[in-house]
T-cell receptor
Framework: DAGVTQSPTHLIKTRGQQVTLRCSPKSGHDTVSWYQQALGQGPQFIFQYYEEEERQRGNFPDRFSGHQFPNYSSELNVNALLLGDSALYLC??????????FGPGTRLTVT | LAKTTQPISMDSYEGQEVNITCSHNNIATNDYITWYQQFPSQGPRFIIQGYKTKVTNEVASLFIPADRKSSTLSLPRVSLSDTAVYYCLVGDMAGGYNKLIFGAGTRLAVHP
């Protein structure tokens, strides 16, 4: 049984560019949450998707958007990248919001 | 969501028992206490969750006093591979709306 998978593993972008990160949830899970983790800090909640809709959102600007597909996979989009967006982006899946299983993350570097 | 306070770092040696205490004075009636473990460049991993008294699994034990204003994660006989960051989280796990609020965590270093 595959766990949560994320792609790509690493990504380097330039300021002002746009990026799309992808997440496939653990089999049987219907809820996907996204987190941003800066170096040396705990993960910060970005938003959560359930039934293809954004259900909750953390304190992140509109430059951060997402999508959930009918197969429960999800994308995180970040527009107009800033240097401060450099971080590890984590995807977590759960069944109806209970115990969350995290993927390995995507390391985004903005130069 | 209740705020948590835990030590920034701890040091231990292989074979010792490690206890990490988390303070959550404003815990609400419906809140559960959950601990996650994170290794460098990996996502956090669920360790244990409890509501009151004591919970034990194959990895750790969680002790919660009657007033629930604190909790202690106990790792028996740690090894070098237990070196990681440990996060204490408190939140309402009912209703399926549980966004996780992480603090800075406790960096545990296990030495030979």
């Amino acid at each position: 049984d595959a766990g949560v998978t994320q792609s790509p593993t690493h990504l380097i972008k330039t300021r002002g560019q746009q990026v799309t990160l992808r997440c496939s949830p653990k089999s049987g899970h219907d809820t996907v949450s996204w987190y941003q983790q800066a170096l040396g800090q705990g993960p910060q909640f970005i938003f959560q998707y359930y039934e293809e809709e954004e259900r909750q959102r953390g304190n992140f600007p509109d430059r951060f958007s997402g999508h959930q597909f009918p197969n429960y996979s999800s994308e995180l989009n970040v527009n107009a990248l800033l240097l401060g967006d450099s971080a590890l982006y984590l995807c977590a899946s759960s069944l109806k919001g209970w115990e969350q299983y995290f993927g390995p993350g995507t390391r985004l570097t903005v130069t | 969501l209740a705020k948590t306070t835990q030590p920034i770092s701890m040091d231990s040696y292989e074979g010792q028992e490690v206890n990490i205490t988390c303070s959550h004075n404003n815990i609400a009636t419906n809140d559960y206490i959950t601990w996650y473990q994170q290794f460098p460049s990996q996502g956090p991993r669920f360790i244990i969750q409890g509501y009151k008294t004591k919970v034990t699994n194959e990895v750790a034990s969680l002790f919660i006093p009657a007033d629930r204003k604190s909790s202690t994660l106990s790792l028996p006989r740690v090894s070098l591979s237990d070196t990681a960051v440990y996060y204490c989280l408190v939140g309402d796990m009912a209703g399926g709306y549980n966004k996780l609020i992480f603090g800075a965590g406790t960096r545990l270093a296990v030495h030979p």
